[in-house]
């Protein structure tokens, strides 16, 4: 009975579903996040993704994996999605897709990079850009669920209109630290130059090793193994470091 009872949540899982859209917001220039309405969605976590599949009139399809930026919701779900360049479906979801249109979506998808509000010990969450989406799943089910459990936030991104979530990260809750690092171009005032991520971020804006965090690293590859490895060489422990990248597009 067990074995099919997971088998049957597992299939459930892999079957695309319908979903409509509901609402949109601008997070940034190149940036919206899509609310999306999904009869019948069995619940995420939080870090979990989705496959979003477009099929044109001719019946040519194509599918993206997505990040999954909200808490969870029973009908809802919002994903943010960043415009790529040349890219084949982002732009589309970005710039055409209208309240009322339809897409497919799969999923949830994964169980590693994964946070759960039965977890009591410290986090840090380490973010490179549109990385940051399901870290913010993550901050916005702590706050849903009143979890107490310290977060902190380290947020690379290149200049600060590029920021995701500005208004929500500009009011913080309690137990809640930001710090953004800007790569390109820094605010006036800032007191980092513009960079990359350096071992001294992670240092002044983290946590301490021996307070034992569980880390969670999310951004484009380049960003994530340097994070990591930096990460290793403070002496934060390998299985305390969960990772998720993603190619050039989120640079």
Known sequence: MARTAVSRRLGDRLRWRTATLADRRQEAPAARTLVLEVPGWPGHLAGQHVDVRLTAEDGYSTQRSYSIASAPDQDHVELTIQRVTDGEVSPYL???????????LRGPVGGWFVWRPAQTEPVLLVAGGSGLVPLMAMIR?????????????????????DRLYQDELRHTETGLDVAYLYTRSAPDGSRRPPGRLRAEDLVTAGRPVDFEPTVYVCGPTGFVESAADQLVDL????DHIRTERFGPSGG
């Open 235 to 238: 002496g934060h422990a390998p």
């Open 94 to 104: 970005v710039d055409d897709l209208a309240i009322g249109d339809a897409v497919e």
């Open 141 to 161: 089910t702590r706050r849903a669920g009143g979890v107490r459990s310290p977060f902190r936030l380290i947020y690379s991104v290149r200049t600060p209109e």
